[in-house]
């Protein structure tokens, strides 16, 4: 699948004139042999990437959520969603004020 998009949707295609930010969440190591979230991860990562035992957000490995040229941020602790109690994920209000913060920082940086 990251092959299909990259073929049809190379990099960061308009930049410079157009900023990128790829934000990305580290929760879960995807492990075949680990907890049933671990297990499910594994398999998530391997069919989008070919490669299951990598850290992600639970659904989508950091290396797929990262786009080629784009600035990336990669955010400790945070899931792809919010379901099964406390979690961060990319909806959460210290989550949000994370990326808007990056972004300032980008666009004061450029």
Partial sequence: MRRRIQALY????FAPE?????????AVRGDRGGSAR???????YKALCGDG??????????????????????LEGVHH???GGN????GSAEVVAAWWQAWLTLDSAE
């Fill in 87 to 90: 979690r961060r994920w990319y």
């Fill in 18 to 26: 157009v900023k990128y930010l790829s934000v990305a969440g580290k």
């Fill in 53 to 74: 035992g990598l850290w992600g957000d639970g659904t989508v490995p950091v290396e797929s959520a990262l786009l080629d040229g784009s600035h990336p941020l990669v």
């Fill in 38 to 44: 671990e297990l499910a991860s594994y398999s998530g």
């Fill in 81 to 83: 969603y919010c379901l």
């Fill in 10 to 13: 190379p990099g960061a295609y």
